[in-house]
């Protein structure tokens, strides 16, 4: 029971301190701010910082997962298709209710600073049972991005994670700021709607783009 106390204020001081100073931020710093004075014991836990930080990942997920399949299980029992904006709202307003519902901070500063870390870029991370929601949501946009050509589908795709990080990250600063809209449920649509905007973007079929396009 003490280890796993131990472990978990180890991955909750490491969250916080990476998004405040970034993914090199001293071990020591970490161990000191989870109240513990041997600097070997992130070693210990975790093996290294990669470790860490893939700790810190599953720790979040375990939450994130059970309410995106909660939301997928209500958009199936509605009848209706999710469409674009349906998965988005599955596979985003969890994480804007990890601060509202759970007084969890720091969580997506912490994925901005660790970006492309493999515990959230490896594709093959999406065949894990933690990871369900999050793979069905994706086949999901796949499919209703179809229209798309493949190559420009698979660089949308990629890029919602950089888009949504920044956005959410900039979320939390205003939340931390005292700013009221953060906790708005409309502000988390604008968000939505900005990241469908941008996966669902007409493709330019002038000059240079098309060029680009092309060759890519």
Known sequence: MAATAARERLIVAAERLIAEHGRS???RDIAAAAGQRNNSVIQYHFGSRDGLIAAVVEFRLATLEVRRLELLAEQAGSGRPPGLHGLLEA??????????????????????????????SDATNLDSAERTSVRVIMQGLDRELSALP????????RALTTMLFALLADHERAAEAGDARA????????????????????????????????VS
């Open 25 to 27: 931020v001293p071990l």
């Open 91 to 120: 596979l985003v307003v969890p994480m804007f209710e990890l601060g509202e519902r759970h007084g969890i901070r720091h969580y997506a500063r912490f994925l901005e600073q660790i970006q492309p870390h493999p515990s959230i």
């Open 150 to 157: 493949p190559r420009l589908r698979v660089r949308r795709l």
């Open 183 to 214: 906790t708005d449920t409309q502000v988390w649509a604008e968000i939505i709607d900005m990241l469908a905007g941008s996966l669902a973007a007409p493709v330019s079929t002038g000059g240079v783009l098309t060029h680009d396009a092309r």
